[in-house]
Each structure stands twice: as C-alpha cells, then as structure tokens.
C-alpha cells in the first residue's frame, strides 16, 4: 500500500529540547511538505522541498530545521529556538506529474512540549 | 498578502444539506482544493476547481467562480460521519504550494 507515514503519533518533550519528526513516503513523489496546525487555525506551512536536496521555507520556518537527502524521506526537526512548539504537525506530498498537484498528507504528529 | 476566509462553524441535520462558502483573494490562482479533516485526523482529498462551474462527486459537489474569487462546497444527506472540518485551499503558484483556510467545522446533529 502506497502511502505517507509519520511517527510517533503522540510526542512529549521538555522545553529547551530539540526533537526530530520523521515523514516518510512510498508514493515516488517529488514534492513534500511540513504544516504545522493550531485549534481553530488552518495548515501553516513550515518547509517544502520540491526535490531531493532542495528545500525553501514556507510562513512561519522560525525554529524548525529540515533535510532532504532521500526522495523518500523529509524530517523536520523542531529546535528550542521555536516558542511555542506544541502543535499538531503534518507532513504531505504531491506528485508535479498530476495536473491537479493533489497533496497526500500522513496521519500527523501531535508534539505537546512542557 | 494572501487571504481565505471560511466561516468558523455550520450546524446542520442528518438528511439536510449544507453548503460551505470561500472566499479568496491571491497573488495567483492554479486551482481550489476542498479537503475534509476529522478531529485529530489527516485532511484527505474531496474536491478541485479550475475552472469555473459546479463540479459533482456524489454527496459532494464543489462550485467555483474566479472573477468573484469565491468557491462553494455543498453537501448533501447529510450523515453523522460528515460532522469534520472542512478546509479551502488555494493553489496560488505554478505548482503544488497551497493556501489554506482556517476550516469550518461542520456538526451534523440527529
């Protein structure tokens, strides 16, 4: 089965840690993405990357670092330079060969950061 | 600057219909996505416009006008499963960036 995986489901972690989030897809596309999602806010773009070793920041890149040396793979690390880390955070994809762009999204990380 | 607005929350009936309004204004538009997230879970897919006019998928239909910047999800019988946030989405670029809104969230009661 063809799909986007994120783990873990659920994250704890103490202020002034950083941690890594990881996003992982077997769908063989270019494109990824990491969204951050607040209550009652809409995605807001982290990073995206439209191919291997590229990446640019999307709105509100503050405090997160990324990498993209496998087309397969794109973790986000949240820094301790980021205020306010505890969110929930999505990671997607999309295929450029689609006409629509259609972006595919995994089943999220909740990050809670105490 | 970009801006989609969306409204916060709709309260329907189980049978009843129910339609979501966008409004957008971008620097560019390459196609509106609707997308459905319930609580806690991954948006997934329902619709894309890029051209104007009403496109039907089932219970589900999206409509779309460019010159007003305004796009309209509609959905029918509705049931207790569709109770979720619903999400616009602009595709403001050459390819796959997107805009999203805040969401409205649909509650279907019995």
């Known amino acids: 089965d063809g799909g986007i995986t994120q783990s873990p489901k659920y994250l704890f972690r103490k202020e002034g840690q950083n941690v890594t989030l990881s996003c992982e897809q077997n769908l063989n596309h270019d494109a990824m993405y990491w969204y951050r999602q607040d209550p009652g806010q809409g995605l807001r773009l982290i990073y995206y990357?439209?191919?291997?070793?590229?990446?640019q920041k999307g709105d509100i890149a503050e405090g997160y670092s990324v990498s993209r040396e496998k087309k397969e793979s794109f973790p986000l690390t949240v820094t301790s330079a980021q205020k306010n880390p505890t969110a929930f955070y999505l990671c997607a994809s999309s295929n450029p060969d689609s006409r629509r762009y259609e972006q595919y999204f995994g089943p999220g990380t909740r990050l809670t950061v105490t | 600057g970009q801006n989609i607005d969306q409204p916060t929350e709709m309260t329907a009936t189980e049978g009843a219909i129910v339609q979501i309004n966008c409004t957008y204004q971008t620097s560019g538009f390459n196609g509106l996505f609707w997308y459905q997230q319930h609580a806690g879970e991954a948006p997934t897919f329902l619709s894309y416009?890029?051209?104007?006019g009403l496109e039907e998928k089932g219970r589900f239909s999206s409509f779309l006008s460019r010159s007003k910047g305004y796009s309209y999800l509609l959905l029918k019988e509705l049931q207790m499963k569709d109770s979720a946030s619903y999400l616009c989405?602009?595709?403001?670029?050459?390819?796959?960036?997107?805009?999203f809104g805040a969401g409205t969230q649909v509650v279907v009661t019995p």
């Open positions: 989405a602009v595709r403001d670029g050459s390819w796959g960036k997107l805009q």
């Open positions: 990357s439209q191919i291997v070793n590229d990446f």
């Open positions: 416009n890029v051209l104007d």
